[in-house]
């Protein structure tokens, strides 16, 4: 009997746990909707803040931190992209593994306890190479993209079923309890539909019908894209989105893309925009009635590789985002918007269940005031003036604005935050250079341990042609895409007579390309580069070349940088020459452009696979005790040690002149140390005043990229095969790694900042956060100062008033810590020191 109570009880506890699970399973199925207002999840109203993360802009051990840094951050959603050429190299053929792993990285922002945004596209522009869609559809009959194009539709809608059916799977919408809460289908397309004509219009609503046929169960957006069909919800890509209106009044307003920085092109400037205008926009956006913000990008990455669209988009993409392309957080941005955030969830409740009512406190200074009868209130009020600080009353109270700010007041009192004000921390981060190091021992045995070996490829078909014919071909109607190069070759016969052979003035040449780029040699020897600029890429040039009597083997390297990413039509904008002429020789101009070219495609140590660490393709290597420098078309390889330590990893390739990085196999990228033009930077950035790319560049007549950033999960501690494949020339004696390794931690905080703690509100105490980045700790103090302190970071000195024991306080509660809060508070600092001065606490800490 006694056995049978046992079971029966084991029974009645096992339906018993049935039932509670499948009570669980159903309540995590969450239910998303919306309203005028915002999302609702599950009932509950949610204001939004979301950050841009593109997984194969990093690598899957860097996920983890990413998404981790982000929540520190503030953030409650990852957004990403669906990179369709990544996924699907042939028709039929996907790819899921290493950076690709999507599932996976769904399940990181998961199991971190946050929501994700999927833009599936699977068009995305985003300085992607192609924006997204794979090369090979441009090549099947009949195709034409982002239009009412049959071939087109089957397959987006193909790509887009796989996408969903893998999410589903995994059980990752929010309606199966996964973390995924909106999707996007196409991207920006509202800018390109009139292009398109009838077929655009039907195209849209196509995209949007076949987005809700696939039933996720959550809702689907599309940016900026007016007529999106009820209920797909169209959204806001810009720097400010506060004037944006939803196309239809039961929509909330969402912003998808806050540009907090801008991407970068090989020869450009290097744009910044400062974190008191990207808190400003945020502020504004929430102070008009915004619900869901996204930053693109939170973390920009690195386009790996051929990755990068553009044309001419830089292998880094920093983005000036909030972290860094290394996975840093960027200080104060990162800093600043986390208190940022902190002040908008405050106010959550207050913004999401009542309306505003908008006071103007002056010609351009104007609050908004959520309130309802029960007391709870918060206010927003703003200055638009973009030169004056301005002081307004608002409830009988003064409140000072700096220009062009926003003040956050979660009780409708105390300001807790302003846009303009960053007690953020700051870093100063350097970049410690390392000699390569030759490892002594080698991970295969035909590959030789130290020292370099090079393989230097011929100007001009290697192997058997790929065809010939009159005139010019479409440099990427022939490659595909397969490789950035294409050798173009032929031969030009020169009179012993002819007057330059004597006199020596050298005939020019004279050059139209569609784009992007290409090297010019005669018999062997590099002439002259050339290439379009900035995005535009079509380009002509002329330079003097040598020519010796007789035949000349003219070889020209056409090469492409990332192709097309957006723009209508923008499939079938082409790249390569369509001229090549002689002046100066005595029959006038010669022209080459319909003679007879020979072509092969891509380099002969691409078709060898060079770059991979497997030995069997190494049969080329020659080793060479130093590696030749100024030296075209060649490749060097190097069986190196990790640099030391732990920090990020970065390649200095400034001593370089172009081509294409590896290490062990993996694809670093396209370097090319281009120079930005001299003018049009600025020392210091005013960040007030509506921002452009162009605002505020830095980086005038530098390389546009120097370093390149090499993962450290690429690495093994020794036997590490770094490859580059040089086309015109450079030092690979010169060639470092860099530890990117912060130095120095400074912050200030002068006590009449408001601040708050977590999500109390401290009156009056203002306080100083300090924190160190991956897995460091605050090691020591260099210099702490409660008084009147002067200086800047690395600067600071001590003023006429100072706490003697200010620094044993800071070091009590913060040494030895990942982070730490120090308030200033009488408890803590002698407060009562030097009646009447305003004073402050500041601190210059090191991480280790
Ligand atoms: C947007 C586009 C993004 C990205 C961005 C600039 O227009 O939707 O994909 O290209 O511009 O970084």
Same mark, same amino acid.
């Given at each position: 009997?006694?056995? !049978? ?34 999302? $609702? ?7 939004? =803040? ?16 990413? !998404? ?7 953030? @409650? ?85 796989? =996408? ?17 809460? &909106?999707? #996007?289908? *196409? ?24 987005? &809700? ?6 809702? %689907? ?32 307003? $969402? ?21 008191? @205008? ?44 909030? $972290? ?12 600043? &918007? ?5 002040? /908008? ?62 003040? =956050?007041?979660?009780?409708? +009192? ?72 294409? %050798? ?6 020169? @009179?012993?007579?002819? *007057? ?100 092969? /495609? ?57 081509? &294409? ?40 007549? *530098? ?30 004696? #010169? $060639? ?41 700790? /605050? ?30 306080? !800071? ?27 305003? +004073? ?9």
């Amino acid at each position: 009997m006694a056995s !049978v109570g046992c079971t029966l009880l084991l029974c009645w506890c096992f339906v018993g746990l049935y039932i509670l699970s499948y009570t669980a399973a159903a309540a995590a199925a969450n239910n998303v909707t919306y309203d005028s207002r915002s999302l $609702i999840i599950n009932g509950e109203r949610k204001l939004l =803040i979301s950050a841009a993360i593109h997984y194969p802009r990093s690598v899957p051990a860097m996920w983890p931190g990413l !998404v981790k840094a982000a929540k520190e951050g503030g953030v @409650d959603v990852i957004e990403t992209y669906v990179f369709w050429n990544g996924h699907e190299p042939s028709p039929g053929n996907y790819y899921f593994g290493g950076r690709y792993d999507l599932p996976k990285f769904v399940k990181i922002v998961q199991d971190a306890g946050m929501l994700l945004i999927l833009r599936i596209g699977p068009f995305v522009a985003a300085e992607w190479n192609f924006g997204g869609i794979p090369v090979w559809l441009h090549y099947v009959p009949g195709t034409v993209f982002r239009t009412d194009n049959e071939p087109f539709k089957h397959y987006m809608q193909n790509f887009t079923t796989l =996408i969903v059916n893998m999410m589903k799977k995994e059980k990752f919408f929010a309606s199966q309890g996964g973390p995924i809460i &909106l999707s #996007q289908v *196409e991207n920006e397309y509202g800018y390109y539909e009139t292009a398109y004509g009838e077929g655009g219009k039907a195209y849209t609503q196509w995209a949007a019908k076949m987005a &809700l046929s696939q039933n996720t169960g959550v809702p %689907w957006i599309m940016c900026q894209q007016w007529d999106a069909p009820d209920p797909v919800i169209n959204t806001c890509n810009s720097f400010y989105c506060d004037d944006f209106k939803p196309s239809y009044p039961t929509m909330p307003k $969402i912003w998808t893309e806050n540009w907090p920085g801008w991407f970068k092109t090989f020869g450009g400037r290097d744009p910044h925009r400062p974190a008191e @205008d990207v808190a400003y926009a945020v502020a504004r956006f929430f102070q008009k009635g915004g619900s869901v913000h996204n930053y693109y990008m939170y973390h920009g990455g690195t386009n790996f590789g051929r990755t990068s669209g553009g044309p001419f988009i830089t292998t880094s993409y920093d983005y000036d985002a909030p $972290i860094d392309e290394y996975g840093l957080p960027r200080f104060p941005k990162w800093g600043h &918007l986390k208190e940022l955030h902190r002040a /908008i969830k405050l106010c959550e409740h207050a913004l999401l269940n009542n309306k505003p009512t908008l006071v103007h406190l002056g010609s351009q200074q104007e609050a908004d005031v959520y309130e309802d009868e029960s007391g709870s209130c918060a206010a927003f009020i703003a200055n638009l003036d973009d030169k004056n600080e301005k002081t307004v009353q608002f409830r009988n109270v003064s409140y000072t604005l700096p220009a062009w700010s926003v003040s =956050i007041l979660p009780d409708c +009192k105390n300001v807790v935050f302003n846009t303009a004000k960053v007690v953020s921390q700051i870093a100063t981060i350097d970049m410690v250079p390392e000699q390569l190091q030759p490892s002594t021992s080698s991970p295969h045995k035909d590959l030789k341990a130290g020292g370099w070996e090079i393989y230097v490829e011929k100007a001009g078909i290697w192997g058997e042609a790929d065809f010939t014919r009159s005139g010019f071909v479409d440099h990427i109607n022939t490659t595909k895409d397969t490789t950035d190069y294409l %050798w173009h070759t032929t031969s030009l016969f020169v @009179d012993k007579n002819e *007057e330059f052979l004597k006199n020596g003035n050298k005939p020019r040449l004279f050059i139209e390309s569609k784009g992007h780029a290409l090297h010019f040699f005669v018999n062997g020897i590099l002439q002259a580069s050339a290439s379009g600029n900035g995005t535009v890429s079509p380009f002509n040039f002329t330079s003097p070349v040598s020519l010796k009597a007789g035949k000349n083997e003219i070889a020209i390297l056409s090469m492409t940088v990332g192709l097309q990413n957006a723009g209508s039509f923008y499939e079938w904008v082409g790249a390569g020459l369509t001229s090549v002429k002689f002046k100066g020789l005595k029959d006038g101009t010669v022209d080459l452009s319909n003679t007879t070219w020979t072509y092969k /495609i891509g380099l002969e140590g691409e078709h060898l696979s060079l770059y991979n660490a497997d030995a069997l393709n190494n049969v080329k290597w020659k080793s060479v005790s130093e590696p030749p420098k100024n030296q075209p078309l060649t490749w060097y390889k190097a069986i190196v040690d990790a640099p030391p330590g732990n920090e990020p990893v970065a390649l200095d390739m400034v001593h370089m002149g172009k081509g &294409l990085a590896w290490l062990n196999g993996e694809q670093i990228g396209r370097y090319w140390p281009r120079k930005a033009p001299t003018d049009k930077c600025v020392k210091a950035c005013d960040y007030r005043g509506k921002f452009n790319p162009d605002k505020c560049n830095t980086g005038c007549g *530098e390389p546009t990229q120097r370093w390149y950033h090499v993962p450290r999960s690429w690495f093994k501690p020794s036997g590490n095969v770094l490859v580059m494949f040089e086309e015109k020339g450079g030092d690979p004696t #010169q $060639i470092r790694f860099l530890r990117r390794k912060l130095s120095a931690l400074c912050a200030h905080v002068s006590e009449d900042h408001p601040s708050f703690v977590t999500n109390n509100l401290h009156k009056n105490k203002a306080s100083l956060e300090l924190k160190c980045p991956m897995n460091t700790y /605050i090691s020591a103090f260099k210099f702490v100062s409660y008084g009147t302190p002067t200086g800047t970071c690395q600067s600071y000195a001590i003023g006429d008033c100072h706490d003697p024991d200010s620094r044993s306080l !800071v070091q009590k509660l913060c040494l030895n810590k990942s982070e730490c809060i120090v308030e200033l508070t009488e408890k803590n600092f002698k407060t009562e020191l030097c009646p009447g001065m305003m +004073k402050k606490l500041a601190v210059e800490a090191t991480c280790s």
